[in-house]
């Protein structure tokens, strides 16, 4: 069933209207640490730094995933003279992003999607082109947007069937929103028919730029002082966890240790805040844990090494060849993007449940660079056999880092597609 009613007005109405309760979500988001109290004034719209005199490019990416795969757009704006201006929506796609920003660049957070939150937003920074990642589509957002006829370009857009079969239920509003898109640029060719026939306009299937990421960095003096805490141990890390998953991680751990009694499994929750929920459990279990928020000094590790920071797995897929990623093991899951690991030379283990990242699991699975598990005896199993077998490990990593090498060149074609608006606004600069 389809609805054509006014739904863009009425929309806008009702998030107007309870603009005056964003401050209770933001308290409650901040009690969840999903918020940086510090900061929480951006999310109503006020900003807190001064905008820099000259052309300005702002790019929004919602969470982690989508804000490292801008990285390589940044630079390339950076590159022809724009400030650039990231803005993200959780407080810890800015801790990850922000240090791996290029030199000048700045980060703010997204404001609420209320009309005079980004109205003020946007009116303070002024930018010459949004740059909007994936699936970010907010009513208010892109109405404030195309109010002030700022060009709007999705990169790297994706929808899943199942948006699709939302958006498709109301089509005139959905058409309303893409309107203002001067250009969508998606992932996939499912991708791209799927926003042309919700309405978009413009649109080109350039390849997914999660692919070309580089490698998360590491940071030298914490890398060596790790590597020679942990030594010859046998060594897993098990990224991205979220809830039900460490459960299992740490029966895996409790079933490996009777083979391996040194083994070290670092676990890397999703959400770091979760680290002493996961330590209590292991306790629970019997099993020393530490958390690495809560070290004061080295000292030897334990078989569960909670690894509860933010943006440091590059530094822990460095010390592991083989690798588990999590959000895949436990219900509908989605999985969470496996390049970062493949990239650094790690074996990839994941679950059934990776619809969000299909494609790279299938191309790392098909070129043995990946492998998929059931439930967490099989997961041991293929852990035992690779921690035993060290010549299938490096043949299996090497075979990951490959794959996802031969799927990089999205961030080229993107670039060569955003080019002609960078010569408009030169254009319009020197007019």
């Given amino acids: 069933m389809t609805i054509d ?25 901040c009690r969840r640490g999903q918020e940086d109290p510090a900061r929480v004034a951006e999310r109503f719209g006020h900003p807190s730094l001064a905008r820099p005199p000259g052309q300005l490019a702002w ?16 630079e390339y704006f950076a590159g022809r003279g724009f400030n650039i201006l990231l803005s993200t929506g959780t407080a810890t796609a800015a801790a990850v992003v922000a240090p791996r920003l290029p030199a000048g660049a700045f980060h703010q957070y997204l404001p609420f999607d209320v009309p005079k939150f ?3 937003f946007l009116d303070h920074w002024q930018p010459d082109l949004a740059l909007v990642a994936e699936s970010e589509i907010w009513p208010n957002l892109f109405t404030e947007i195309r109010r002030r006829r700022i060009p709007l370009v999705l990169v790297n857009a994706r929808i899943s069937p199942r948006s699709f079969q939302r958006w498709r239920r109301v089509p005139s509003f959905i058409a309303s929103l893409l309107e203002g898109v001067d250009l969508c640029l998606t992932q996939s060719e ?3 028919e799927r926003f042309i026939e919700l309405g978009m306009r413009s649109v080109q299937v350039v390849g997914n730029l999660k692919y070309d990421v580089l490698a998360p960095p590491a940071d030298p003096q914490a890398l060596a002082l790790l590597a020679g805490r942990i030594g010859a141990r046998p060594t897993w890390v098990a990224a991205s966890t979220h809830p039900g998953e460490d459960a299992i991680i740490i029966g895996v751990h409790q079933a490996l240790a009777v083979r391996f009694p ?3 499994t670092i676990i890397v929750p999703r959400h770091p805040r979760r680290g002493a929920e996961i330590a209590k459990f292991a306790a629970e279990r019997g099993v020393p844990a530490l958390q690495r928020s809560r070290e004061t000094h080295a000292t030897a590790l334990p078989g569960i090494y909670i690894a509860d920071t933010a943006g440091e797995l590059g530094l822990f897929y460095r010390l592991a060849s083989v690798s588990f990623i ?3 093991l436990v219900g509908s899951g989605g999985g969470q993007n496996p390049i970062e690991a493949a990239r650094l030379g790690c074996a990839v283990l994941h679950g059934p449940h990776v619809g969000n ?21 099989m997961l041991a199993h293929v852990l035992a056999v690779l921690l035993t077998d060290r010549g299938k490990l490096r043949k299996m990593s090497r075979a990951a880092s490959e794959a996802v090498e031969r799927l990089g060149g999205a961030a080229a074609a993107t670039m060569a597609a955003i080019e002609p608006h960078i010569a408009q606004i030169m254009l319009n600069q020197h007019a």
């Avoid at 009613?5 to 988001?29: D, E, F, H, K, N």
């Avoid at 790019?59 to 940044?74: D, I, M, Q, W």
């Avoid at 990242?357 to 005896?377: H, K, M, T, W």
């Fill in 262 to 264: 040194d083994l070290l």
């Fill in 326 to 328: 999590g959000k895949s």
């Fill in 118 to 120: 980004l109205g003020r």
């Fill in 357 to 377: 990242f299909a494609e790279v699991y299938r191309v790392l699975d098909d070129a043995r660079g990946g492998a998929q598990i059931g439930d967490g005896d």
């Fill in 59 to 74: 790019f929004h990416g919602a969470s982690v995933g989508e804000s490292l795969a801008l990285l390589p757009l940044l």
């Fill in 190 to 192: 499912a991708d791209g």
């Fill in 5 to 29: 009613l006014p739904i863009l007005p009425l929309y806008r109405a009702v998030s107007a209207g309870l603009a005056p309760l964003s401050p209770l979500l933001a308290y409650y988001r």
